[in-house]
C-alpha cells in the first residue's frame, strides 16, 4: 500500500438504511488514553494498553453508558480498546476486525511533527500514510461496520468501541461525506459521541463529550 492524496478521494455516499428508526442511538467510544494517545504518536497496529489515567477515562464511561442499553457492543481487536469496554461495563458481541485504526504504514509510532519533517504540510487526511491504509479501504470498512451497526439499530441502541481516525470516518460516512471529513471531527480520548436520524436524515446528536476524568495536561 502506498501513500495518496487522500483529499482528492471522493466516492459514493453512505446510506443508512430506510430501516433505522428515527432517534436510533448509535454510541462511538474512542478508547481510554495510552503512552502514544498522550505523546501524540501515531497507533494503528502496536497493541497498546490504557495508562492509569486511562484505565480511570474507561471506568468514567460506565455513568454514561449506564442507560444505555444496548442491542448490539462491536469493538476494534486491540487491547486498548477492548480494555476501555471492560472498564466502561459493556459485554462485547463482536470483536470486529473492520473497526481497527487506520493503518499508518511507515509512520506508525511517529508524531505528527516528525512526519512534517519529512513531508511538509502532511496530516492524514490530505496525505495518508507511507506504505499504509488508503482512505478508500478505510471508508470501505467504515462502510462496512456502519452497515452492521445499522441492523443492530433495530433492536436498541448499538456501541462501537474504536480509535480515533477511524471513529472519526464513521461519523462521516453516516451524515453521507466523505472520510476526511473526519478532519473536521475533534475527537479525545474516552470521548463518546452519539449518532442518530432525524427526520429520515441521518446526523450528529452529539460529539466528543468530554470524559468526566478529562484529558492529560500538556
Do not use: C
Not at 89 to 103: I, Q
Not at 166 to 176: D, E, M, P, T
Amino acid at each position: 500500500m502506498t501513500a495518496g492524496r487522500a483529499g482528492s478521494i471522493s466516492g459514493s455516499a453512505f446510506t443508512v438504511p430506510a430501516t433505522v428508526p428515527e432517534a436510533a442511538e448509535l454510541w462511538l467510544v474512542r478508547h481510554g488514553e495510552t503512552e502514544w494517545s498522550r505523546s501524540g504518536q501515531h497507533t494503528s497496529r502496536t497493541d497498546l494498553s490504557l495508562t492509569p489515567l486511562g484505565a480511570e477515562q474507561a471506568a468514567a464511561l460506565g455513568p454514561i453508558l449506564d442507560g444505555v442499553a444496548p442491542a448490539l457492543v462491536l469493538s476494534s481487536p486491540r487491547a486498548r480498546a477492548l480494555e476501555t469496554a471492560q472498564l466502561a461495563g459493556l459485554r462485547v458481541d463482536l470483536v470486529d476486525p473492520d473497526l481497527a485504526e487506520w493503518d499508518y504504514g511507515d509512520y506508525e509510532g511517529l508524531t505528527g511533527g516528525q512526519i512534517r519533517r519529512q513531508v511538509p504540510d502532511w496530516t492524514i487526511w490530505t496525505h495518508g500514510p507511507l506504505n499504509g491504509e488508503t482512505a478508500q479501504a478505510v471508508t470501505a470498512r467504515a462502510d462496512r461496520v456502519l452497515a452492521r451497526a445499522a441492523g443492530g439499530l433495530t433492536r436498541g441502541p448499538v456501541i462501537l468501541v474504536a480509535h480515533g481516525h477511524i471513529s472519526r470516518v464513521l461519523a462521516a460516512r453516516w451524515i453521507g461525506l466523505d472520510a476526511v471529513a473526519g478532519r473536521n471531527l475533534l475527537l479525545g480520548t474516552a470521548a463518546p459521541s452519539v449518532l442518530t436520524v432525524q427526520y429520515g436524515s441521518p446526523a450528529i446528536d452529539r460529539w466528543n463529550i468530554p470524559n468526566p476524568k478529562g484529558e492529560p495536561s500538556p
